[in-house]
């Protein structure tokens, strides 16, 4: 059955489709994360939940099996126009009315009304957000995975190489450059533990009805909920959270360590790989970091994205701290605020984790290079060079035998 785009849509219908390449998105949306986190992803992720919320009450017979079927059958986002959606989202403050009314078009007449049962927009919303987060989370660990592992290659390679230790942008004392490659390492694994926590505890359905309370489901509002959240892969939470918004200040406080990391180590690459340093340098492909001005240069580019893409991050996370404090049961605004952060938080982590990877796994390291500077150096030579060495290559050791424990756990990412 054909379906209109929504049922008060003006105009001819135009199905989505993928979206366009914007002028900034080689920048900001590089990687597969920025797919999930997209207009359509967005429109799936909410037709996915009200389908999965009809078969969690079709398994407590609050509605017909045959009706959760029908209603999951016709929940595709490519019958549905999201930018008209979005447009008669104007008339409610949510995208989510507008898109039951579309859906309750594209089923039967008997079906219609099991449309979205007992739900209310911010539940819908609220799941559709912890789905995508999930999704978009995927190929992100998966980018954050291979970064740790290029950065345990480099500790590897480079544990005994010398290189001087810089405190205050001035070399201080001799270390190797496998402990700085080490130390990328453990903030790595220990941001991407913490991702992988926050999506299997605290990315969980929202399910409360019009105030929080499940009245609408008969006195099975628990049983729909744990279904809810069997049918989505989500956590199920011991009561709704509408208006305690610890969850997704959890997945943004998690991403935002992340982007720290990936700044820190963008800056160090930067950094070492200045001309009059020349330590290390983005290997790519001929024309990688060319200057329209001086030819001459070979400009560091993934780092500059990275230090792009994670520099805009803080605020992001700010936005959703500041949107915690809601009003009673449902926030005039502050909840509203949190829906496109969200979504750029994710595909602008998402884009500096694919960026770090492929600047780790081609970064080239001059290990001549890094023994001239610290020769040429005036450090403090109290300290044996042997035997600050001894000590930087040990602490690798630790860093290798810590990873290597993360990478004998189960995989869960």
């Not at 789905?131 to 740790?148: H, I, M, T, W």
């Not at 943004?252 to 340093?277: R, T």
């Not at 982590?349 to 001059?366: F, H, I, K, N």
Request: charged share 20%; hydrophobic share 50%.
């Amino acid at each position: 059955m054909d379906t209109a785009s929504t049922s008060t849509s003006r105009g001819p219908r135009r199905l989505s489709s993928s979206p366009s390449e914007g002028l900034f998105d080689g920048l900001y949306a590089r990687g597969a994360s920025a797919a999930q986190v997209d207009d359509r992803a967005w429109l799936q992720a909410l037709l996915d939940v009200e389908a999965a919320l009809a078969r969690a009450c079709a398994r407590e017979e609050l509605i017909p099996a045959h009706a959760a079927e029908t209603i999951a059958a016709a929940a595709r986002a490519e019958r549905f126009d999201a930018a008209a959606l979005g447009r008669e989202a104007a008339r409610s403050g949510t995208p989510v009315l507008a898109l039951v009314e579309a859906l309750r078009a594209a089923v039967p007449a008997d079906v219609a009304p099991h449309v979205h049962h007992g739900a209310t927009s911010q539940d819908v919303l609220d799941s559709a957000a912890m789905l995508l987060a999930r999704r978009a989370l995927e190929p992100l660990l998966a980018d954050a995975a291979a970064c740790a592992e290029a950065c345990a290659q480099l500790a590897r390679a480079h544990r005994a190489a010398p290189i001087a230790g810089r405190t205050l942008l001035q070399p201080a004392q001799p270390t190797t450059f496998g402990l700085k490659a080490a130390g990328w390492l453990v903030g790595l694994d220990e941001a991407r533990a913490e991702l992988v926590r926050v999506r299997e505890r605290e990315l969980a359905v929202q399910l409360g009805g019009a105030v929080g309370t499940l009245a609408a489901f008969a006195g099975r509002g628990p049983a729909v909920a744990a279904a809810l959240a069997a049918e989505l892969g989500l956590a199920e939470p011991t009561l709704p959270w509408h208006a305690i918004r610890r969850r997704p200040v959890a997945l943004a406080a998690a991403l935002g360590a992340l982007a720290g990391v990936l700044g820190k180590l963008a800056g160090d690459v930067a950094l070492l790989a200045q001309g009059e340093v020349g330590e290390l340098r983005e290997g790519g492909e001929p024309g990688r970091g060319a200057s329209s001005a001086m030819p001459h240069k070979r400009n560091p580019v993934g780092a500059v994205a990275v230090r792009a893409c994670t520099m805009r991050v803080p605020g992001l996370v700010g936005t959703l701290l500041a949107a915690m404090a809601q009003e009673h049961e449902r926030a005039a605004g502050a909840w509203q605020a949190e829906w496109e952060t969200l979504g750029e938080l994710l595909r602008l982590v998402g884009a500096a984790t694919a960026w770090a990877r492929e600047l780790l796994e081609r970064l080239e390291v001059d290990p001549q290079r890094m023994r001239a500077n610290l020769d040429a150096a005036a450090l403090d030579r109290s300290l044996p060079l042997e035997a600050g060495v001894a000590a930087a290559a040990a602490l690798v050791d630790r860093a290798l035998a810590a990873h290597a424990a993360v990478l004998d756990r189960p995989a869960r990412a």
